[in-house]
């Protein structure tokens, strides 16, 4: 019994723990020096890069794709994902532009419509996805199209311009408290509480687990297709949100609002350290990885490099981050198998 | 305890419901493709009776000319799709090649090299997908979207936002660009159908009659089982990727031709086209299952349903909604059955637990 | 005994899975503190019981009352709340999340505002550990866990619930002896706790140390149940194989003869060390071992799917390339692995396509492959191996476990290997197609092929093996002639331990 005696007694674990915290705590930090870091580089170059202006341009420019972002990977640590964002992004602005612009709609009304037409969209994909069976990439994909279509249809050549947008509305767009630009303001709330939510509950919990092992998910009883179709239906409430801070932020719309977005939210949260097949990954993380893309732009337009630059360095940054969380979870497997073996020969 | 437990009490046995089995046999009876070509003769019976001009010699030349370099970039992505990978880089990669051609003429290249070095960068491109895919593991959704954004962006760095031939620029050989605009004399088939055509016979007899093409559906169908059986996985999965980057180079310098000009943002987003294009053809995006058959249908049909609604002046919305209503459809309509027996299975199950939970 | 009411009662139960019986009828009865062992091949329909208790499968017949109420299971949520707490063979953890949270995924404990108590969490995790007698950090990730260490969090998971009925499918497969006889504590203690326990092992020894009854099983039906004290091993083992164990393993003697496959040193960092063994042309050497002791590993190694750190692999002298199953088929090399679902076949593909798998090359002309060809390869192997199929283009997953593993031979034999290695040759299997498998490998190895057998089942290892080899966390700890090889020196060098657990 000696050997048991050894198990219970001798091992201390807290050294392996601390270790591996720090290597997975290390993303979130990581990437907030990365921004730190391009940051102080181009201002040595370019004063005006820390403006006050120029930092709510771009605090302003990463919080769309960051509240797109946070839905985003609600659905990917599901191992699912959701490409229709940036076509539900704007259908929900055009709607909203329109309803002021011939029914004069209250300015606050526009958040909660906006809002709707999102949650609309995001139970069409959930219930496609989850009661169907179709992978969410075929039927987001699809709706991607599909909304746009309607999008391009209701607007019909109209464009929503800045007169019909109320004060109040667009108010949210450019006002700032402190330099700190609303949006950016209501975004951080948005980042704040649901990854507050995504670790204390019960439910959340079960978005990490089904993405992590399915099996093992229907073993232990979650609910799968329901926690699945919360977070499609999540991930639109947040873009249909984000459609009525696009109309506030441009106070215009046509029917190419949001176009090309799904990427770049993907780009984000995967850069941001969520695994894109699901189970771990932090909604923080995906919010830090979408202004991380979007100062790496600016900073190239501030350090007069082309803005032609400007897509090649993010596709290569997302590649480097892609297989930078290779790497790290190799680092890490490895590292808890020979923390497995140690504790294993005493 | 007690013995006359060993005797166990025998219920009366209801036999399996066959419906598995039979909805199997179903399915292998009303293949996808037969679908589609009913699907077919629908678009063009509408296409007929709805627009004067469909029916006209015309429709099929520019048929090829918006379809042609579309349909090239498919196949590749076919073979990709059916060993349960995806490229969605493509077309960015087009726009990459377009832009060496122009950017290399622009500097005083002539016309044969510049399409080499095209194609070079298609390789090139293909083996840093295939590498970082099936070397490294790297989900290939994750990585095409990443060189999806580098290859376009590299292209936007060769032309910024020149249109080449520009001011001042050559222009490029005039039978290059008949090639591209014109159609094979005597007949209305676009030199890019053509091309499209040797290349999906090609495409086919691979697939379906070759040890690399029944490698691939196995792979597919069963990554681990292709291994265990000898199958190089990772290596077949490279060189598809090589394939699908050189292709859709080809289909590049095609459309270059085609406009005769080029500017990097050609072909912006086609990638889901090509995507939508690949399913709706029957091939399944988790691999294994498919025909180049289908996919040749689905090109058609999708590009006649495309030419008859521009003829009626259908907006590009309109067609939108409908590519991504297909989309859904080649998706939703073989599990719709499976769905369905689904929910009526969870309503049964649901019922008893609770009628007994309160009795 | 009557008068104490029974805990859980099965009668009847069945479930087919398209033309496969999994099981024809599955009857049990538990009762409060006592620990049932529920005993049957691989095969047997022990697994099929155990997912319909758990909630995973809804038997096609028969009923299930626990308490004498009846129960109906609409999930596994279902079984969890009517107090049946399941630990499934294969370990099935959240890898990335922690250890404390696969234990309680679901059933966090919380605190205010429904909030998700961490603390708690590891504090309960903390002493459900302490009870089994084992340290594991409860807020490291579950990733990167060994078999038996997963295994352990399995079985903490299944405490941590306030279950009146546990089940175990194979809870001790990859564990030490001086583990397997803490859980043999802590199932005393739940027993006297008034719970009841059903209790899965290939170990007979376990089952008489811990298990007051018992219930055999056959090609997915009741058998017969009886007290433990009632029953000898030869009984057992009667009722589970239902016929002479000569029957069940033919062995013709041979005089082995040159060496086919040579191994040394074979390293994989972390995995295996030090591997060197040969196996010989007309014999079969068995490599024995817990789960997870590394032995499929190795094989995978030998044949070239998985690359080895450092060593050599040679095939009737030649050496092979580091990684290259291609090389070690055309060596002569065939394996047949142990997961035939996922590793042997391609279960949607036909008959014919799978047997042609692994010699595609060969049958093409012009470069193409004809589906004539196929269908004739798939034929003749048909015929000897006495499959029995409806089609040879129906699907492989039509087929029954043992028909399923026929396809698997039939694709490597039509290569002719030299070295046949076959990974756990009968799991899954009816009795009948078992002891034909068996006669099949007696067979080829009378004609002179090498066969390195892997195997979980000791009767089998013991039946078959001209040498048994035994391999304990990766490392080579015996090799035992067929005169020296019997369960007690097996057990001994895979543990480690001494195995006089039945004191």
Redesign the interface.
Known sequence: MTAVADRTENKEPRGTDSMVMTLLRAREVGIALLIVVVVLVTAVNNSHFIDRNSIEQLLSGAALIALLGVGETLVIVTRNVDLSVGSVLGLSAYIVGDLFKYHHIPAWSGFVIGTLVGVAAGALNGFIVTVMRVPSLVVTLGMLYVIRGIDGVIVSGDRIDPEAIPGGFAAVGYKDIFGIPWLAIIVAVVVAVVGYAMRSFRASRDLYAIGSNPDAAALAGIPIERRVFSAFLISGALAGLGGALFLALHTQIDNSGGMGYELSVVAAVVVGGVAIFGGSGTVVGAALGAVLLNTINQALVASRISAFWNQAVAGALLLAAIAFDRWLSLRVTKTLKSAEGAHREL | MSSDLAVPMTKPQTPPPAGGRKRRLWREGARWETGLVVVLIGVLIFGSVKSPTFTDPSTIFFFGINSGYLAIMALPVTFVVMTGEIDLSVASMLGLSGATVGFLWHHGWSIWPCFLAALVVGLVGGALNGLLVARFGLPSIAVTIGTLTLFRGLAEVLLGSQTIPGLGDREFPQWLTNIGANSIPGTQFSWSMLFFVVLAVIFGVILHATPLGRSMVAIGLQPEAAQFAGIRVNRIKFWLFVVSGVLSAFAGILLTLQNASVSYSAGTGLELNVVAIVLFGGVSIFGGRGTIFGVVLSVVIVGSLQMALTQINVSADKQNIVTGVLLLISVIVPNGGDALRRIRERIRRRRTPAALKSA | ??EVPARLVL??A?K????V?AL??G?I?L?PG?AHALLGENGAGKSTLVKIL???Y?P????LTIDGE???????????AAGVSII?QEP??????TVA?NIF????P?STG???DRRAMEREARATF?RL?????P???A????V??QQIVEIAKALSFNARVFVMDEPTAALTT?EVL?LFEVIKTLRAQGAAVLFISHRLEEVFACC??VTIMRDGR?V????VEELTIDDIIRSMVGRDLEALFPKTETTPGDVVLEVQDLNSE?VFHDISFTVRAGEIVALAGLVGAGRSEVARAVFG?DRRTSGTVRIGGHALRNGD??AA?AAGMA?V?E?RR????????GID?NV???S??Q??RM????RGSERRLADTWAGKLQLKFGRLRN?VS?LSGGNQQKVVLG?WLARGPRLLIIDEPTRGIDVGTKAEVHRILDGLVADGMAVLMISSELPEVLGMADRVLVLR?GRLTAELSRAEADETSIMRAATGQNVEIAA
């Open positions: 005994m009557t009668e009847g069945t087919s899975f398209g033309p019986v024809g009828d009857s009865t009762y006592e758990g909630g995973v809804d096609d017949a028969g009923t009846r129960a109906v299971f609409g999930g596994p949520a279902d079984a969890q499934y099935s953890l959240f890898p990335d999340l949270e995924m679901g059933r966090q919380r429904r909030r998700i302490t007698g084992v340290h594991l950090d807020s490291r990730p990733r990167g866990l060994s038996a260490d001086v803490r007051q009854r009741f017969r149940s009886a007290p972390g799917i199953a291609r088929m394996l692995p997961d996922q590793q042997g076949l391609v279960m949607d593909l396509q042609a798998l692994a595609l090359s049958l093409t470069g193409l492959i004809f699907a039509t694709k966390e």
